[in-house]
């Protein structure tokens, strides 16, 4: 870990969920920011063509092709994993936002949601320490107790009977998860 870069990556976690740059618009290209930032690059294409939500792989993995000297299926996979990341980071900040003023019970539910996420970014983290050592088994483990993790967040505010506002991150990281599993096995 290095926790010297965590302010920085929260910041940018933070930044990006300001701006509006969410995986989903910006694959549609309404992005306040210009939808990410240019064409994607033939190689990010065809890896992201063969994922179960391919606009979502191109939308994350595209603007962050420039930093890979070869782009292969681990490239892709660790664009993915740290777009994964990042949006686990923005809806932990997401949670502290609605918490704010929300009611009792679905202020119990949300703190469940942060936990969950917390034990996300966790399991992500083990997912890229194994996707360094290209260890598949490991990576695809993590990355399935990683969609565990959040998945469920929806529980307690489907017992309490109150509105979960963390669905829509919920389905976008349920996305992101599954396309990096299935990057997993292209390794």
Do not use: W
Request: glycine letters at 8%.
């Amino acid at each position: 870990m290095r926790p010297a870069n965590a302010p920085l990556v929260l910041l940018a976690a933070a930044a990006l969920l300001s701006a509006g740059l969410l995986p989903q618009a910006a694959a549609r290209g309404k992005g306040r920011r210009g939808g990410g930032g240019g064409p994607v690059p033939p190689a990010v294409n065809d890896i992201c063509g063969r994922t179960p939500f391919p606009e979502v792989c191109k939308s994350t993995a595209g603007r962050h092709a420039a930093k890979y000297p070869v782009i292969d299926n681990v490239a892709v996979l660790n664009m993915q994993v740290d777009a994964f990341a990042r949006r686990t980071a923005q809806a932990r900040n997401h949670v502290k936002k609605v918490s704010r003023g929300a009611p009792p019970t679905q202020t119990q539910a949300l703190s469940f949601c942060d936990t969950m996420y917390m034990n996300t970014e966790d399991t992500i983290g083990a997912a890229q320490r194994a996707i360094s050592f290209k260890d598949k088994g490991t990576a695809k483990i993590m990355l399935q107790l990683a969609v565990q993790d959040f998945a469920s967040c929806d529980r307690p505010f489907q017992e309490a009977g109150a509105p979960n506002p963390m669905l829509k991150f919920d389905a976008e990281l349920n996305q992101m998860a599954n396309n990096c599993m299935t990057l997993a096995n292209m390794i």
